[in-house]
Structures are given as structure tokens and as C-alpha cells.
């Protein structure tokens, strides 16, 4: 293709979405919305996942001492807990840490029971290592490690949360990608059925243009032009809109709701950009390309 | 130049359109086809440009037989033939200008050609002044001349005409019928379509008639007979 | 019957199709409309159906003025007029038969009615054989007549027919201009846009020439003249 | 309009879908997908809405009595309680049960702590009324309702996980709700845009009919019916979908992920398609109807 023709296709491409406008704008519209709406969930599975995890690591393996183990032994299974990739962190409570603990915690308010035992610590043995894992589903595996170490009565684990949040998170990581890849397959089917609506009601042009000798080629750059640039405005326009959305909201929620904070911190509005900003560009720009050439093909035949 | 050796066309409905036809137009000829409403003149055009392909029968263009032609070479084909269709056929979504500019774009010709050829073009059929227009904002005749103007840019060396006249006046369709003589002249075979038994007299060229879709009739003008 | 005082048009785009018309027709006659392509015969057409309106000036047909017809009642006043226009705009997903048994639908003919009326009025024009065949397998002649029997089958008070014999052979022509001449006689009013000087001649009516936008001559027929 | 007249209109709709299949596919498919992401949603969120009910069922206020309150006292209070209407079920709790729960939840597998009471209760003032709410939210107005009456010492709330889930109720309303709005206006949207389209490639036809006499009711019509069907067509799809995948789903998640079984059950199909039904079906015969009414209007006025 010679420069110029080139630069009249851009041209034509450009006045084609001008022309068209009925068309253009609800192809950019029915794009925004499926992107957006992608976006969207894609906003709120990474930050409900992260939740799901921060939760996760709240959740503690304790490993209780024999009665009769020697301070050294119980230092040689703090370094065996250090080495394990599934730890977290871990840190050493004292019996007397664990008792004041235990005060605070179940006496709240009742000082009148906690002083009833006076100054005799009732878990004098209960001096122990919480663990904090990266991951619970590895829990069972550190455990049944834990509890063949030598000085070690037993090894207390919250199975049942555990478990409730492995099942909890696949659960949330399934509906998530579920939903996404759902609405990634609605959205090109919708996007490339408005960019084949348009073309075929300029089937007659297009057969206009083949009759007086035009190639293929030459019939199709306009159009392809078109649907990169419809896919281009079509995913730009919801990224746009989720970013200002996305950090207001976080703002909002986050001051709103403060008991939440501890709950979940928001991914920041860049993490998710850094994922959303390709993949919207691809899913729009690529069905816009995409559409706009298998449509073609199907009318270029004259 | 145009051979056609029992051709026969018929539509999906069952519509035999034209039957049996054999025909030869030679280089250089200016040729008139007549015939009823429906007897299968447009059909014949069509099948000249590859619009549609014979259902039998054989057609053989430059020395090319069109069923050989492959889809990637159906354009260069194209690009040698001019073609004025009964409905015009024109770009709706682009001004009288981008219209016959196109023909040119087509054929890779560069800017500056477009920009001294398609005026020129326009101002021979009279629409200089309509240049910017969109066709839905044209009359009937004023169509008619932009799809003439757009036929004749490229100096087509075949020029098939269907019912280039229908929609004009007395004077303007003797305007485009000297134009029309003049391309001819100058060496492009013209095949015209037309119900104007006045200019087809006038003219006084070859006349092929055509009737429910055979050539009943087949008489060489005077001045061929020159 | 029909009457224009003093009626301009000028297209959106600045271009003035009609400049001070004013025209008398009475009811029962048959006039012809000749003109250059471009001079403003379809535009006047356009404005009598009401389908545009003027710039300036009146119109008044049947004794009402064009204007003052309300958006609601504009369908009654066309469904009294039939019209054939220069692009035969034809319904195209709906069968030669549908287009025209809609114009009996329109005015909420009966169903036997139109199931003997549309096939005659087929008959008429020569397509009774094509009633089922979808506008664009039609040639386009065939097309045309459609539309004509579209704007005849509701026996319409005024015919307007913008270029009926365009797409037309000679015969065709003379036979759609007879079945014209009758309705004419029988009591409607038909305004006919023309370019085929032959068979205004021959019809021997009253011709009015539009150049421009203006009307330049108007001579009564021969016949009108008895 | 005469019967025929409408007859004829009922017919001419039906074939204008065959007619523009192009269109109308177009038009089912976009309907389809909005409506079936609207159901989708709809579910997990009353889903979700259900669950988080069900873990603010669990949280329980606690009212402890004087050293001195007589037998009297204590019933009632709680015959207080159990006029309170936000109150779900309450029960009395005795300072020996209380200390069995204390030791099985505490000293779980570290009977030797336990045993260093023996048979001494440390919780021998802690009888007390627990109570569980139906809406957390209300638990402030209770609990100082609670301080009030004669013979209690002290009302024990867990403060936190009643905001927290107050909160978190909240926020999964408000994005839901959220979510769902966006959903049914993007559906509006792409629906109404879709059918106007259809309806603009129409317009020279729609003029024709002006032309020959046609009343804008009679061009109207067979547009109205197409509008119509394809709003039917386009919501009972989806929502034959929607209620296959549910069944499926709740019944393969409930297998899967038995841990969760305990944190929430299922809403039932029934109880989901009681609502989306009507809704599904007013979104798509209700866009179709006005969608095609609104963009007639536009090209009528021939
Ligand atoms: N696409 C089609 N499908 C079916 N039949 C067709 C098709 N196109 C044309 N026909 C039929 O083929 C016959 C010849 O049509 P054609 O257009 O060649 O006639 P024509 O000689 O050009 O007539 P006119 O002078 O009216 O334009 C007609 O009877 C027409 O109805
Ligand atoms: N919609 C429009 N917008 C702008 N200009 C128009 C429009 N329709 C017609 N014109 C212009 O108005 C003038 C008269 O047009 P009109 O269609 O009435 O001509 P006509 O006499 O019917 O010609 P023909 O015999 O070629 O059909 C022409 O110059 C035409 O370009
Ligand atoms: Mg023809
Ligand atoms: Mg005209």
C-alpha cells in the first residue's frame, strides 16, 4: 500500500466513525460498559482475596513445651520453626505473657475473677511459640513437622477456622474467576456483535467499493481502523472512570467504615491498574481488530 | 474483446435471465443493447463485471476467461472496466468529490492526479458546482452524472453503461452520449444499456437486442458499416 | 384542485430548488412536468405529498392548506394522493405482493379486497408473475412498476408520478402512460415528471417547463384544448 | 385499529425478527448477557446477604447479676428480655455451666490447667443470660436498656465483631446494591441502544410507510411486538440459564466446600427466582417495549 492510501485509509477510518455515529457510539458504549463492568469485579475479587488472606495470617499454630524441656531445647525448635517457608512469623509468650493474656481476654471487666487467683499463674506451663502462617492450606504438614520435634507436648492448631478459610478463599477465587471469565466471554461476544451489526449495514458499500475494483485490503483498512480506534476510545473511557471511582471509594469505605480497616487494607488503585490498564486495552483494542476482520471477510466475497 | 459463447444465467428463484447468448464486440466497438423491462440486460453487464458468475457458457474478456479469474486478481479486472450501474450505486455515506476520488484511490493514483482529474470529471458532466454534496441531496439526473463521472475517471479501456440516461433530461443525456462517443473515439470500447430508442436511432451504431433473455436481433450501425 | 402561490424552496445546504412557483392545476387534468435534471421537478413533488415544506409561500390542495395540517392528520391527506417516486422506495424486505397490498393496509382496506385487488393491479403493469419476489431480484424496470402499482391499486384523487417510465422500454412506457390516461379519465388527477419528450409529445397534454427552479412555460395540449 | 389491522401487525412483528434475524440475534444476545450477569449477581449477593446474617446471629449480648440478686430478680430480667423485639432467643446460663464451657474452650486439651481448680469454680459469680440478636445493629439501644434494670451488675458485649459485622453487613448492601443499579442501567443502556439501532437501519422503510399513509400507530406496531418478543425471548433465556447453574452450583459448592455448610446455607432457587423472574422479565419486555417506543418517536415525524 502506498503512503498515500495509507493516509487516506487512516483518514477514512477516522470520518467512517463520524459518519456512523449511531453505530460508533453504541459500540463505544456497549465496550465502556462491558469493560467497566469487568474492571469493576476484577476491583473487588483482588480486594476481597486480599481480605480473605490478611485474615488467613491471623490465624496461629501454638506449640507447647514438655514440662521438662530446657530453655535450649526450646530455642534449637524456634530456629526449626525459622527455616520453614510457610512461617510467617512467629514469635515466644512466656507463661506469665500467656496468663496476663488470657486475663485480658476472658476476664475483660471481671477483675473480680482474675483477682481470685491472686498472683498464682494458673498456665504456668502453657509458655509456647505462636506461628503465624503465609498460607493455612499448609498448616496440617507444619503441625505433624512441629509435633516430631523433640521437646514438644503438643502443637495446638484452629483446625476448623483453618479450614473454613481455605474452603472460604478457593471459594471466593472460583466465584471471582468465574464471574471475570464470564464477563470477559459476554463482552466480546457483545463487543464484536455491535462491530458486526455496524459493518453489515454497510454491506452495500463495501460492495460498491469491491465493484469498482477495490482489494481487499483497501476496503478493509478503514474499517479495522475503526474498530482499533472504537476498541481504543471504548476501553479508555471506563479505565478512566474506574480510576476515579475506584480511589474515591477506597477513600469513602475506608473512613466509613473504620472497623473494617482492620479487617482489610484496599490494594492500592496503581496494583490494580498495573493488571486492568493491559488487560482492557487487549480485550477492547484486540475485539475491536478482531470483529472488525472476521465481519469483513464474510462481505468482501463479491 | 467481449466474448460470450453460449452463456446462460439463472437465479436462485428459478429466473432463467438469459438464455443461450453468444455475442462477440470486438476492440473499439460502441455497442447499444436494448430490450423489454426484465429480458436480462442488466444480467449481461453483470456477468461482464464479474458481478455474477454464468450458470453455463463461457465469457472471455482481454483475452481472459472470467471463470479462471481467482478472487485476489477479480480487482485488477475490475480496475480496466468502468462501469455506470441502473441504480447508480453510489457511496451514500460520501460527498459527489470523495465519490469519483474514490475510482482513482482505488487504483493507487496519486494526489495530485486526483486532485486535477476529478474536477475535471465533473465539470464534463456538470456537477462542478455539487462537488461537496452528498447523494441523498442530489435529484435523480444529478446522481446519474456522478456515477457517469465516476465510470469515465480512469479512462477505462471497456465502459459498460446500464441506463445511463434513464433519469436525464433531453440535452444532458446528448450531452453524455457525445461523451460517450468521444471515449470510444479515443479508443475505449462502450457497451450501452438503454430504453432510448430516440438515441439509439440518432447515434445510429451497432444495436444488439435482447428478448426474454436471447439475442433476437443483432444490426451494425452506418457508421460501423463505414 | 392543486395550487401554488408563490412557493420557494431552499434546501438546508443554501441551494434554492424552487423560486416563486405558483401554479394552478384543476381537478380532473393531466399535466406534465418537464424540465433539466436539477431544475426542481422532484423537489415539488416532494412538497405537494407534503413530504417536505416550502421555505415561502402556499400551497393548497383538495382546498386545504398544506401547512396547516396537523402532524396527526397528515396520513389522511396522503392516503388520498398516490405517488410514484423517481427511486421507486420500495418497502425492501417485504415481496412485490406485501408492497403493494401495503398501500391497501394503510388504509385499513379488507382483507378480500385487497386479495383481489392487489393481484389485478399486478396484472396491470405486467408482473403478475413476480408477485413474490423481493425488490431486489427485480430488474429495474420491474422495480418501477411495482411502485406504480403501489400508487394506483387505492384509486387515488391525484397521481403523482415523479419519472414512472424512466427505467422503462418504449412499449412498457406507452402501455404504464395508457393505464395513466385511464385513470386520468375515470376522474384522478395526474401530475407526471418527465424527461421522454416523446411521449409528452404524442399524449398531447398540458406541459408545464420548470428551468431553475421557475416555471417557464406552461402551454395546454391539444387535447385539453377541445 | 381493525382486528385484521392487528392481526396483521402481530404477523409483520413476528416477521420482522425473521426479516432482520441479524438484529434480532443482536438484540436476544445483548439481553441475554445483561440479564443473565444481573440474576448472577443478584444471587451472590442475597447469598452473601444471608450469610453474613448468619454470623450475626452468632454474636451474643451477656448480662451478669449482682452478687445478691435473688432468684426473683433474674427471671425478671428475663422476662425483660424476652419482651425486647430485637431480641432472637436468649437462654439462662448457670456458673457450673458456664465454667464446663470455660474449660472446654479454653483448656482444651490441657485437662492438667483444668484440673488445677478441681472442683473449685473461679467462675462462681458468672451466671448469667445470653442473649442473641436478630439485627446487630441494635445491640447499643439493648444493651443500655439492659444496664438499667434492677439486679444487673454488668452487660458484656463484644464490641468490636458487632461493628465489624454491622459494618461488613453494610458494605456487601451497599455493593450489591451498587453493583446491581450499574447492572440494570448498563442492561437499560445496551439494550435500549440496541434496539434503537435496529430500528435507525430502518428508518427509510419506516419513512416509505409515512409516505404511502401509514398512521404512526400502524407503522408502529409490528415494531412494538418485535420490541416485545425479543424483551421476552431475550429474559426467559437467561433465566432458564441462571436456574440450572444455580441448582447446580449450590448443590457442587455445598459438597465441595462442606466447611462453609456450617457458616452459611443456600438460599433456595425458589426463593431467588421468586424475585428475578418478575424483575427479568419487566427489564426485558419493559426495555423492549419502550426502548423500540422511544426511538420510533425519533423517525415518525415524516
Ligand atoms: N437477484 C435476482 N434474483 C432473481 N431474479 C432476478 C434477480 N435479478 C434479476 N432477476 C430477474 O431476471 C430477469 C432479468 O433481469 P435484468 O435485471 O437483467 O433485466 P433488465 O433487462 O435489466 O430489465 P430492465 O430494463 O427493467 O432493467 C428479470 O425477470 C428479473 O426479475
Ligand atoms: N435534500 C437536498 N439537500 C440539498 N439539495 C438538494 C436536496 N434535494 C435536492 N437538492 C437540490 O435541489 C435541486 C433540485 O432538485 P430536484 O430533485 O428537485 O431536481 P429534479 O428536477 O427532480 O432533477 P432530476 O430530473 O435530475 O431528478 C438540485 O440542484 C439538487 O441538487
Ligand atoms: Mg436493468
Ligand atoms: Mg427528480
Redesign the interface.
Known amino acids: 500500500m502506498r503512503f498515500s492510501s495509507f493516509e487516506y485509509n487512516l483518514r477514512q477510518g477516522l470520518k467512517n466513525i463520524w459518519r456512523n455515529k449511531m453505530f460508533s457510539i453504541a459500540s463505544v458504549a456497549t465496550m465502556t460498559a462491558c469493560i467497566f463492568l469487568f474492571g469493576l469485579f476484577y476491583s473487588i475479587s483482588v480486594n476481597f482475596s486480599g481480605m480473605v488472606k490478611k485474615a488467613e495470617r491471623g490465624v496461629a499454630v501454638t506449640v507447647y513445651f514438655d514440662k521438662n524441656a530446657t530453655q535450649d531445647e526450646i530455642d534449637k525448635i524456634g530456629t526449626a520453626i525459622s527455616k520453614r517457608k510457610e512461617v510467617a512469623r512467629y514469635n515466644f509468650v512466656t507463661a506469665d505473657e500467656a496468663w496476663a493474656r488470657y486475663q485480658k481476654d476472658y476476664f475483660k471487666g471481671h477483675t473480680n475473677v482474675a483477682d481470685s487467683f491472686a498472683d498464682d499463674n494458673p498456665l504456668e506451663d502453657m509458655a509456647n511459640y505462636e506461628i503465624y502462617l503465609k498460607d493455612v492450606s499448609r498448616q496440617a504438614g507444619l503441625v505433624s513437622y512441629l509435633e516430631g520435634l523433640a521437646g514438644v507436648r503438643e502443637v495446638h492448631q484452629s483446625a476448623s477456622t483453618a479450614r473454613t478459610l481455605t474452603d472460604f478463599n478457593a471459594l471466593v477465587r472460583y466465584i471471582s474467576l468465574g464471574i471475570i471469565i464470564i464477563l470477559i466471554a459476554v463482552a466480546a461476544f457483545l463487543i464484536s456483535n455491535t462491530v458486526s451489526v455496524g459493518i453489515s449495514v454497510r454491506k452495500e458499500e463495501i460492495a460498491i467499493m469491491k465493484l469498482i475494483g477495490a482489494r481487499d485490503a483497501f476496503v478493509r483498512a478503514p474499517f479495522v481502523v475503526e474498530g482499533i480506534l472504537i476498541g481504543l476510545i471504548g476501553s479508555i473511557i471506563p479505565l478512566v472512570i474506574l480510576g476515579l471511582v475506584y480511589s474515591n471509594i477506597i477513600h469513602y469505605v475506608a473512613e466509613r467504615f473504620d472497623a473494617l480497616k482492620s479487617m482489610f487494607s484496599f490494594v492500592s488503585t496503581g496494583d490494580i491498574f498495573h493488571v486492568l490498564i493491559p488487560v482492557s486495552l487487549l480485550l477492547g483494542v484486540g475485539i475491536g481488530y478482531a470483529g472488525s476482520r472476521i465481519t469483513l471477510k464474510r462481505h468482501l466475497n463479491v | 474483446m467481449i466474448k460470450l459463447e453460449h452463456v446462460s444465467k439463472t437465479?436462485e428463484?428459478g429466473?432463467q435471465a438469459l438464455k443461450d447468448v453468444s455475442l462477440h464486440i470486438r476492440p473499439g466497438e460502441f455497442v447499444f443493447i436494448?430490450?423489454?423491462?426484465?429480458s436480462g440486460?442488466?444480467t449481461l453487464i453483470k456477468l461482464l463485471?464479474k458481478?455474477l458468475s454464468p450458470s453455463s457458457g463461457k465469457i472471455v474478456v482481454n483475452g481472459k476467461d472470467l471463470s479462471r479469474i481467482s478472487?485476489r486478481h477479480?480487482?485488477?479486472?475490475?480496475?480496466k472496466?468502468g462501469?455506470v450501474?441502473?441504480?447508480f450505486?453510489?457511496?451514500?455515506?460520501r460527498n459527489v468529490y470523495e465519490n469519483v476520488a474514490?475510482?482513482m484511490?482505488?487504483?493507487?493514483a496519486?494526489?495530485r492526479q486526483i486532485k486535477k482529474q476529478v474536477p475535471y470529471m465533473l465539470s464534463l458532466v456538470g456537477l462542478a458546482a455539487k462537488y461537496r454534496?452528498l447523494p441523498r441531496?442530489?435529484?435523480?439526473?444529478?446522481q446519474?452524472?456522478v456515477a457517469i463521472a465516476?465510470a469515465l475517471v480512469n479512462k477505462p479501456k471497456i465502459l459498460l453503461a446500464?441506463?445511463p440516461t434513464?433519469?436525464?433530461?433531453?440535452?444532458?443525456?446528448w450531452e453524455i452520449m457525445k461523451l460517450l462517443d468521444q471515449i470510444n473515439k479515443a479508443g475505449t470500447t462502450v457497451v450501452v444499456v438503454t430504453?432510448n430508442?430516440?438515441i439509439v436511432r440518432a447515434m445510429n451504431k451497432r444495436v444488439i437486442t435482447i428478448r426474454k433473455g436471447s439475442v433476437v436481433d443483432d444490426q451494425k450501425g452506418d457508421a460501423d458499416a463505414i
Open positions: 437465479y428463484a429466473v436494448v430490450g423489454d423491462s426484465g440486460k442488466s463485471l458481478e478472487h477479480v480487482p485488477d479486472y475490475r480496475r472496466i462501469c450501474f441502473q441504480n450505486r453510489l457511496l451514500q455515506d474514490f475510482a484511490r482505488v487504483i493507487e496519486g494526489k454534496s441531496h442530489l435529484s435523480g439526473g444529478e446519474q452524472r465516476r446500464d441506463e434513464g433519469n436525464l433530461d433531453g440535452h444532458n443525456a430504453h430508442m430516440e
